[in-house]
């Protein structure tokens, strides 16, 4: 069976390692804006871990998100910068290491990228998305990785770190593969993906319920919110296999949005018989946000980058736009056409 152990993806690690064994350390654990389960799992299971061994540690989130994510173990010791910068610029001042987790590009962390550019403080990128700028003293960087949860437990495994592990990093760690997967459909045909979720189940954690507590948990404003936007806001392009939803501001406000109401939205037009890409527009307060996703070879990540100053995975993206909802889903209907090729190809 693969192993990530064998491969020089660990070769720069021994530095970071050394400091991490070898005393109390401060230490800052960044993850990327609008955080998902993967970017908090990933980022508390580093907390839980390194916090076992003695170090002094704090994460740290761009902005909110949503509550869903909330129930993690070690949450409490998430500082969200939007809402107190103050302190949060503090723990980066402070830190002696900064561990990056599940971005590789300084504008996922647009509000801070100066403090963390500025530091003097060693540098650790661990992370699964393609092409990682060159930001960090040690860049741990896996495409072939399913989630950051994944590459951090085998961090952990690979510097001996295992051992301060418990059922709460396992928790963390699994919701991070779980979610990053779509409950294992997608992102996750490699054999190693299960080796590692076989060893968290081994930490006896409770696997229904943290499905319950992400999937299990919503409002009933959200299921209308979705069925809202799946009825009245949907349009279906059959000749490029595409089909796009959006939400404005005043749907959103009709429905009383809360951060994370409209996560897994994307993926609804992607059920319908013959889809292969979906789009997924949310207007936000000066610009739209854009998530892709496709299924097989039509890479989003590339649409993303190309038309939408964005990036992301082959199969699932994101990127935004500063024009009006109007005229983006206008523009993308257009940058469609220009994808005629590969999008208008019957062969799934
Ligand atoms: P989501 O649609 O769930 O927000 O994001 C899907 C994937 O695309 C994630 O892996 C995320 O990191 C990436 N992504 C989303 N938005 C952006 C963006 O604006 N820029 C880049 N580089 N990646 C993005
Ligand atoms: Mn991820």
Same mark, same amino acid.
């Given at each position: ?17 050394e400091l991490?064994?070898? /005393? ?10 609008d ?30 998100y ?10 409490d010791?998430?500082?969200? &910068? ?6 949060a ?13 599940? &971005?590789n590009?300084?504008?996922?962390i ?13 540098k ?10 060159s ?38 760690? &699994?919701? /991070?593969?779980?979610?990053?997967? /779509? ?20 930490f ?35 000749e ?9 501001r005043?749907?959103l406000?009709?429905?009383n ?7 897994? &939205? ?18 936000k ?28 995975h ?13 005229e ?9 056409t ?11």
């Open positions: 069976m693969e192993d990530r152990n064998d491969r020089k993806i660990w070769q720069d690690a021994s530095v970071v390692l991490i064994r070898n /005393g109390c350390r401060r230490i800052a654990i960044i993850t990327h804006i955080p998902d389960g993967d970017a908090i799992g990933s980022s508390l299971a580093l907390f839980i871990v390194l916090r076992n061994m003695g170090h002094n540690c704090h994460v740290i989130s761009p902005n909110g949503p509550d869903f994510l909330k129930w993690m173990p070690g949450n010791a998430i500082t969200v &910068f939007d809402e107190e910068p103050e302190k610029t503090q723990f980066l001042g402070r830190a002696e290491i900064i561990i990056s987790v599940d &971005f590009t300084l504008k996922r647009k509000q801070f990228n100066d403090k963390v550019t500025g530091s003097a403080a060693y650790l990128l661990i992370d699964h998305h393609p092409d990682p700028e930001f960090a003293d040690c860049t741990i960087s896996d495409t072939s990785a399913s989630s950051s949860a994944e590459i951090v437990y085998q961090f952990f495994k690979h510097g001996g770190l295992d051992r301060y592990m418990d059922t709460d990093a396992a928790t963390c760690l &699994f919701a /991070g593969i779980m979610t990053d997967t /779509g409950c294992f459909s997608h992102n996750s045909s490699k054999p190693l993906t299960y080796k590692v979720t076989a060893e968290l189940l081994d006896h954690i409770d696997k229904d319920k943290i499905y319950s507590l992400i999937y299990d948990n919503f409002t009933d404003k959200r299921m209308r919110l979705l069925g809202f936007c799946l009825n009245s806001n949907m349009e279906v392009i059959r490029y296999h595409t089909a796009y939803i959006w939400l404005t005043k749907d406000q009709e429905y949005f809360q951060v994370g109401d409209s996560e897994g &939205f994307v993926n609804y037009p992607l059920s319908i018989r013959g889809i292969r890409f979906s789009a997924f527009f949310i207007e307060e000066d610009h739209i946000k854009i998530s892709f996703r496709s299924r097989g070879n039509f890479a989003v990540n590339r649409f993303a980058e190309k038309y939408f100053n964005g990036g992301g082959v199969n699932a993206s994101g990127g935004e736009s500063t024009d009006t909802m109007e983006t889903l206008k523009r993308f209907k257009k940058m469609l220009l994808q005629k090729e590969s999008l208008s190809d019957d062969e799934i």
